[in-house]
């Protein structure tokens, strides 16, 4: 079964940092390009970031960029964000998602990872 | 990044047609994709390059796409359509959703 597992959320102070993992299993993960995306409590669905099948190409959103890495490890079908410098505004559940072969959409989610940026 | 713009609500009764629009100026040159999202559950795609729907999509959902605007019908709409829907496409950088529309089925 394709699936995809975030992990790494919970509780940080604002200017903290978390990382985010995301396990991916029944398909070959160093094929796919990768993808978070986020959405804020009673709020929509935001891109975040993506990283392209062998990891050398990423792109961020503004409001992450110089803040938040994305990165993958193929060897251990995981794909990661790194998230420095927190904000309040970080505050949502993260999704990674799986990029459709040859087109632009996401075909496989997660169910999410909830990160909440409070003191 | 460009903007896709969504009405932030559609209401029809059961068995009507919802019709959810997203609009945006690079979508002549970019394709649109649709997806559902009901509470507590990830999104799922519904429709992909406009008009495409993948397997297991029942064939109430279509969508369809003039100028700068794409349009997600949903023909005979059952109460188990109550969800939100965000259209999504793709810039230089990444991707790009819409604001999303919550669908009401009364």
């Not at chain 2, 959902?61 to 005979?76: A, D």
């Not at chain 2, 969800?83 to 496409?89: E, H, M």
Request: with cysteine; proline share 4%; net charge neutral.
């Amino acid at each position: 079964e394709v699936q995809l597992v975030e992990s790494g959320g919970g509780l940080v102070q604002p200017g903290g940092s978390l990382r985010l993992s995301c396990a991916a299993s029944g398909f070959t993960f160093s094929s796919y390009w990768m993808h978070w995306v986020r959405q804020a409590p009673g709020k929509g669905l935001v891109w975040v970031s993506r990283i392209n099948s062998d990891g050398s190409s990423t792109s961020y959103a503004d409001s992450v960029k110089g803040r938040f890495t994305i990165s993958r490890d193929n060897a251990k079908n995981t794909l990661y964000l790194q998230m420095n410098s927190l904000r309040a505004e970080d505050t949502a559940v993260y999704y990674c998602a799986r990029d459709a072969d040859f087109d632009y959409y996401m075909d496989v989610w997660g169910k999410g990872t909830t990160v909440t940026v409070s003191s | 990044s460009y903007e896709l713009t969504q009405p932030p609500s559609v209401s029809v009764s059961p068995g009507q047609t919802a019709r959810i629009t997203c609009s945006g100026d690079a979508l002549p040159k970019q394709y649109a994709y649709w997806y559902q999202q009901k509470p507590g559950q990830a999104p799922v795609l519904v429709i992909y390059k406009d008009s495409e729907r993948p397997s297991g999509i029942p064939e109430r959902f279509s969508g369809s796409s003039s100028g700068t605007t794409v349009t997600l019908t949903i023909s005979g709409v059952q109460a188990e359509d109550e969800a939100d829907y965000y259209c999504q496409s793709a810039d230089s950088s990444g991707r790009v959703f819409g604001g999303g529309t919550k669908l009401t089925v009364l």
